[in-house]
């Protein structure tokens, strides 16, 4: 009697936990939810209230009049290049960083990993007048390179989580490979990377998400409109004579693909990356 009431109580705190679980997803998912219904309503039903949830019929003509309201696909090709430039330079600068401050003997090494640590808190505002004066001098204002270079010079945080992953790997791994004869570029290329494979993915699905939606940076250095990304374009909607709500709803839907894409065939790594990041300490 006591093994029944034992097991019926952990399968209602089981099917508790799963019906919370649920709610929360939907309640995360309502503002997605909302976005996808308002791009396929009709003009009409865009101020309707209560609101209609489910449009009927549903007006699938709004994606190509969004596609076609501004240059949408120029826009999409720039997002695409910005964000594929500062992946690759996250993915070649961080772990060769993190590598070196976690596995790395040299003098200077915790004390330069601090000063690191701490500019982690400096927020944006404070070097963006700096920066514009530094790229400006180069010639690079106009250009994709104030917002792909930098990435290449490593990001402190995606650094921070990399080292705490390289340090649960044992020393005495790499020390068998050097006394194999194998050099320090052969141990992080062929050791380091490999094992790394989860969190490096997770670190790429977040640099991927900041360069997508970054609005502020071509903001600053971008004045062309032909160069212009999604996240410059999709304000566009906005005009003083009213805005193109359903258009725009249904830009940003198209415009979420890529990530939706990168996490469907990822997600059993990403998740594996979450927990194999610093969030152990």
């Not at 209602?12 to 997803?25: H, K, N, S």
């Not at 790395?104 to 505002?125: E, H, K, N, Q, V």
Request: glycine share 6%.
């Amino acid at each position: 009697m006591r093994y029944r009431s034992k097991r019926l109580h952990k399968t209602l705190y089981l099917q508790t936990m799963r019906a919370l679980l649920i709610f929360v997803t939907i309640l995360y998912m309502l503002p997605f939810l909302w976005m996808l219904s308002t791009s396929l309503k009709a003009d009409q039903d865009l101020y309707l209230f209560p609101p209609k949830f489910i449009p009927i019929p549903p007006v699938f003509q709004n994606y190509k009049n969004a596609t076609e309201y501004f240059p949408f696909f120029r826009y999409f090709g720039n997002s695409l290049i910005i964000t594929f430039g500062t992946v690759v330079g996250t993915l070649l600068s961080c772990p060769l960083v993190a590598y070196s401050f976690s596995k790395l003997r040299w003098r200077g090494r915790d004390f330069f990993f601090y000063i690191m640590i701490g500019s982690i808190m400096l927020p944006f505002a404070v070097t963006m007048i700096p920066q514009f004066i530094i790229f400006k001098k180069l010639g690079w204002v106009n250009t994709f390179l104030p917002l792909i270079v930098p990435s290449f010079f490593g990001t402190p945080l995606y650094i921070f989580l990399l080292r705490q992953f390289f340090q649960t790997i044992p020393d005495e791994l790499l020390d068998a490979a050097r006394v194999d004869g194998a050099s320090e570029i052969q141990i992080y290329s062929r050791i380091m990377l490999p094992l790394s494979k989860p969190v490096l993915l997770l670190i790429m699905l977040f640099q991927f998400l900041a360069s997508w939606n970054n609005y502020l940076g071509p903001l600053i250095y971008l004045t062309d409109e032909k160069k212009y990304p999604l996240s410059l374009g999709l304000p566009q909607f906005l005009n003083r004579y009213g805005t193109h709500w359903n258009w725009m709803m249904a830009a940003g839907t198209i415009s979420i693909i890529p990530t939706l894409i990168f996490f469907f065939f990822a997600q059993k790594y990403l998740i594996e990356g979450i927990k194999l990041s610093g969030i152990k300490g």
